[in-house]
Nanobody, 117 residues
Framework: VQLQASGGGLVQEGGSLGLSCARS???????????WGWYRQAPGKERELVAL???????NYSDSVKGRFTITRDTPKRRVYLQMNNLNPEDTAVYYC?????????WGQGTLVTVSS
C-alpha cells in the first residue's frame, strides 16, 4: 500500500499551501469507508495530528490549526487535500498523509512544509 503525498514546499509566513494525498489502486468503497488524515512532525518533536476526515463525513482539527487548515476529500478523484492558510513558522514540519481502514493504519512518505518568517 502506497500513500503519495505531494504539495509541500517553502512559503512565507502568512501564505498558503495545499497538500494532496492519493493511494494507488484504491477502490471506491475502500476510499469512502476510510478515515483520512494529516499528521505532522517538526524537528525534534513527536508526530502530531493535524486533521482528520472520517468516513461519516466528520472532521477534526488540532487546536493549533483550527480555523486555518481545511481537510477535504474528493471521492470521485479518490484524493484527500489539506488546505493550509495563514501559515506561520510553527507549522514547519514534515506532513504525513494517513489512512485508517478496518482498523489498519497506512502512512505516506511525508512531504516537507517550510514556513519562513
Amino acid at each position: 500500500v502506497q500513500l503519495q503525498a505531494s504539495g509541500g514546499g517553502l512559503v512565507q509566513e502568512g501564505g498558503s499551501l495545499g497538500l494532496s494525498c492519493a493511494r494507488s489502486r484504491i477502490i471506491l468503497s475502500t476510499f469512502s469507508g476510510s478515515t483520512w488524515g494529516w499528521y505532522r512532525q517538526a524537528p525534534g518533536k513527536e508526530r502530531e495530528l493535524v486533521a482528520l476526515s472520517t468516513s461519516g463525513g466528520g472532521t477534526n482539527y488540532s487546536d493549533s490549526v483550527k480555523g486555518r487548515f481545511t481537510i477535504t476529500r474528493d471521492t470521485p478523484k479518490r484524493r484527500v487535500y489539506l488546505q493550509m492558510n495563514n501559515l506561520n513558522p510553527e507549522d514547519t514540519a514534515v506532513y504525513y498523509c494517513y489512512q485508517n481502514f478496518q482498523r489498519t493504519d497506512y502512512w505516506g512518505q511525508g512531504t516537507l512544509v517550510t514556513v519562513s518568517s
